[in-house]
């Protein structure tokens, strides 16, 4: 999806783990998707780089689909579709 996209999309639910380090942020994620519905789009809040990769990395073990990421000030955005 385009940033654009990204930033519209509905989101059921936002986990902010931007005050953990890896890997604070998939662990966060990990708890948080089972609360969501199949279809539903989470975002993950965090300040750590190597959650633009763990979070891929996941999604493709477990059949989640990643959507992308958005910076903002300082932190970032990841999307993902749970399966």
């Known amino acids: ?13 936002s986990v902010d783990a931007r005050g953990t ?7 966060e994620a990990k708890k948080t998707i089972g609360s969501i ?7 993950v ?6 959650t633009k990769s763990d979070i891929p990395k996941w999604c493709g073990k477990q059949g989640h689909e990643y959507l992308g990421f958005v910076d903002v000030n300082g932190y970032f955005k990841v999307y993902l579709k749970k399966k």
């Open 45 to 50: 809040l965090s300040a750590d780089e190597g």
């Open 21 to 27: 380090a890896c890997p604070g942020p998939l662990l």
């Open 1 to 13: 999806m385009t940033t654009e996209e990204l930033m519209t999309v509905a989101v059921a639910k």
């Open 37 to 43: 519905k199949s279809g539903d789009v989470m975002e």
